[in-house]
C-alpha cells in the first residue's frame, strides 16, 4: 500500500521524509479526510519512526510538516486512527493537543481490531517542534 501512496498520493506533496545521514527514520503522510466519521477535513494517514528515532522531536517535527501541507491546501482540522492498542502513539497524539473522536472496530484475520480517531480542531495550534537533528523532505 505505500508503495502505492507514494506512486500515487493522495494528495501531491503529503508524504514527507525524516532522514539521517542517508537513512529514513520516519514518514506522516496526510491527505483529504477518506471517511465522513473522522469529522475533519483533514486526515494524518500515517507517522511512523524507526524506534532509535523516537523521542527526539522528530515525530512533532514530522507532524507539524504535514499539518503546514494539508493548511496550504485550505485544510485547517484533521484526525488520525490510532489503535485503541497502541498507547504510545495515543499519548503522543495527546500531547500533540489532538482529542478522541469517533471510535470503530473492525476484524483482520478473525480478530477484532478497536481504533478511536485523535482529532486536532485547528492545525495551527500545534505545539512547536524543536529543531530536530533530521532532515524533513
Known sequence: AWARNLAEPLLEGGTLL??????????????????????????????????????????????????????AEGITDAAAWVLDANHQARAFYVATGAIPGASDTGFHSGHAISETAYVWRDLATLPPARDPSAALR
Open 18 to 71: 525524516a532522514e539521517e545521514a542517508g537513512a529514513i527514520l520516519g514518514f506522516v503522510s496526510v491527505c483529504p479526510a477518506r471517511e465522513p466519521a473522522l469529522g475533519t477535513r483533514g486526515e494524518v494517514s500515517g507517522l511512523y519512526l524507526l524506534r532509535q528515532a523516537q523521542r527526539r522531536g522528530i515525530g512533532l517535527a514530522l507532524l507539524r510538516a504535514g499539518a503546514s501541507r494539508l493548511m
